[in-house]
């Protein structure tokens, strides 16, 4: 089965073509436009001109990954920026093998979203092909079964690993499926603890109440004027501080790290910075880092272990508390290396017996691939809807 996927709920516009066969998936085009560098220049994304830029980019990207499948697999190739010729524009010949299109209808930003769920209505009108709604939630965390064989064998559909990716520890011989499953989505917009039971059984755990984690990682670094993207130019400042050994560190809040609930809360960390910002960053520092760019590295480095702190120590609890078999990591703030070292670690240590899940790092962030699996499971609980059924929601949740 052939699916090609769309996703334009934010800042990338992405297509992807997913051969799956047996219990197996090849990923034969896999086309990422980001508009990161557009937006870098107002310090976050702006919805009109996303839906713009997603407007100007859908079909070069689908014509693009239509080149790619018919060319055959070209691992995980993607393309920061997409120029098509125009007289290639006829060709679209992998219409004929596609049996199924995917696409995000949300959660995300309304006028991006609809650019996405347009396209892939007018194409499976056009085709007369089937089409799956996925939720951009769901989407990321299937970001953990790219590359993962299902078991055809078994009727619960549950999944077993190839080979043993260090991102991936599934001890194969206690291994008696994934479910139930403990997933912490971190992304520029989302901030979630989910029970999955199964395929397409979701239970909200808990959430932010205000910030998402990427939000805040984008806030800080408006503060520190590190520019946009905030969260890998966060991670890239406190990693320096972590080669240099710097002795130097501040103290910053781990909020709601002891409350009850699976709940989150980022704003108060966002603010701390920037009290630390406005106040000065000498009535904190040593003597050696006065100046706010000499403390940057310093700041970078302590705001990011007071979120990973927060974010490991309720994924621990609630994964006891809910038994999980496997813990998964998904969204865009899974890309943070720090984060991603420390979850392992934290699972390896606390839960000797649970497996865990981490995307490969091109999958954390917004991208079609997850978007062609997600649908991909979807079919074994959901009927395929038609293109008169489809909507895109800003606001769709998962659970
Ligand atoms: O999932 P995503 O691509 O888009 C949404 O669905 O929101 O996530 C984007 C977010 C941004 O806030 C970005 O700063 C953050 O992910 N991000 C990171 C890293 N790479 C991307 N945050 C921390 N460390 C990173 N390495
Ligand atoms: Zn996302």
């Given at each position: 089965m052939f699916i090609l996927a769309i996703e334009t709920s934010c800042d990338e516009t992405a297509v992807a073509v997913v051969k799956f066969q047996g219990s197996g998936h090849r990923i034969l085009a896999n086309i990422v436009s980001s508009q990161v560098k557009i937006h870098a220049k107002y310090g976050g994304v702006v919805p009109n001109l996303a839906s713009r830029m997603h407007l100007k980019n859908i079909i070069p990207c689908i014509i693009e990954a239509d080149r790619f499948a018919s060319r055959g697999y070209q691992r995980g190739r993607t393309r920061k920026s997409v120029r098509v010729d125009p007289r290639s524009y006829p060709r679209l010949s992998a219409s004929t093998n596609i049996d199924l299109i995917a696409v995000t209808i949300g959660p995300g930003l309304i006028p991006a979203l609809l650019i996405g769920t347009n396209t892939a209505k007018a194409l499976a009108y056009a085709w007369d092909k089937p089409i799956i709604g996925v939720n951009h939630i769901e989407a990321h965390i299937y970001a953990n079964f790219v590359g993962i064989r299902r078991n055809n064998a078994d009727k619960n559909a549950e999944i077993t690993l190839k080979g043993s990716a260090s991102n991936r520890r599934i001890d194969q011989r206690r291994f008696s499926g994934i479910f139930p499953a403990l997933c912490l989505v971190v992304s520029g917009g989302h901030t979630q603890l989910i029970l999955t039971k199964g395929h397409g059984k979701y239970k909200l755990l808990g959430e932010t109440r205000d910030d998402a984690v990427g939000e805040a990682f984008d806030k800080v670094a408006k503060l520190l004027n590190?520019?946009?993207?905030g969260g890998p130019a966060i991670a890239a400042k406190a990693a320096k501080f972590k080669i240099e050994n710097l002795k130097f560190k501040i103290d910053l809040p781990r909020p709601m790290i002891h409350s009850k609930d699976f709940d989150f809360s980022f704003s108060g960390l966002k603010t701390a910075v920037l009290y630390l910002v406005k106040d000065g960053v000498a009535t904190f520092t040593s003597r050696s880092d006065r100046s706010l760019k000499a403390a940057t590295p310093s700041i970078c480095a302590s705001f990011q272990q007071a979120v990973i702190d927060v974010l490991i120590a309720k994924t621990i609890r609630a994964a006891k508390e809910v038994k999980a078999k496997t813990v998964m990591l998904a969204g865009g703030v899974a890309a943070n290396k720090e984060l991603r070292r420390q979850f392992k670690k934290a699972i390896k240590e606390e839960l000797p017996n649970t497996c865990y899940l981490i995307p490969d790092t091109q999958y954390?962030?917004?991208?079609?691939v997850m978007v062609a699996v997600a649908a991909y499971y979807r079919l074994l609980h959901n009927k395929p809807q038609t293109w008169k059924d489809i909507e895109a929601n800003a606001n769709l949740r998962i659970a």
């Amino acid at each position: 089965m052939f699916i090609l996927a769309i996703e334009t709920s934010c800042d990338e516009t992405a297509v992807a073509v997913v051969k799956f066969q047996g219990s197996g998936h090849r990923i034969l085009a896999n086309i990422v436009s980001s508009q990161v560098k557009i937006h870098a220049k107002y310090g976050g994304v702006v919805p009109n001109l996303a839906s713009r830029m997603h407007l100007k980019n859908i079909i070069p990207c689908i014509i693009e990954a239509d080149r790619f499948a018919s060319r055959g697999y070209q691992r995980g190739r993607t393309r920061k920026s997409v120029r098509v010729d125009p007289r290639s524009y006829p060709r679209l010949s992998a219409s004929t093998n596609i049996d199924l299109i995917a696409v995000t209808i949300g959660p995300g930003l309304i006028p991006a979203l609809l650019i996405g769920t347009n396209t892939a209505k007018a194409l499976a009108y056009a085709w007369d092909k089937p089409i799956i709604g996925v939720n951009h939630i769901e989407a990321h965390i299937y970001a953990n079964f790219v590359g993962i064989r299902r078991n055809n064998a078994d009727k619960n559909a549950e999944i077993t690993l190839k080979g043993s990716a260090s991102n991936r520890r599934i001890d194969q011989r206690r291994f008696s499926g994934i479910f139930p499953a403990l997933c912490l989505v971190v992304s520029g917009g989302h901030t979630q603890l989910i029970l999955t039971k199964g395929h397409g059984k979701y239970k909200l755990l808990g959430e932010t109440r205000d910030d998402a984690v990427g939000e805040a990682f984008d806030k800080v670094a408006k503060l520190l004027n590190l520019g946009y993207p905030g969260g890998p130019a966060i991670a890239a400042k406190a990693a320096k501080f972590k080669i240099e050994n710097l002795k130097f560190k501040i103290d910053l809040p781990r909020p709601m790290i002891h409350s009850k609930d699976f709940d989150f809360s980022f704003s108060g960390l966002k603010t701390a910075v920037l009290y630390l910002v406005k106040d000065g960053v000498a009535t904190f520092t040593s003597r050696s880092d006065r100046s706010l760019k000499a403390a940057t590295p310093s700041i970078c480095a302590s705001f990011q272990q007071a979120v990973i702190d927060v974010l490991i120590a309720k994924t621990i609890r609630a994964a006891k508390e809910v038994k999980a078999k496997t813990v998964m990591l998904a969204g865009g703030v899974a890309a943070n290396k720090e984060l991603r070292r420390q979850f392992k670690k934290a699972i390896k240590e606390e839960l000797p017996n649970t497996c865990y899940l981490i995307p490969d790092t091109q999958y954390c962030t917004d991208n079609a691939v997850m978007v062609a699996v997600a649908a991909y499971y979807r079919l074994l609980h959901n009927k395929p809807q038609t293109w008169k059924d489809i909507e895109a929601n800003a606001n769709l949740r998962i659970a």
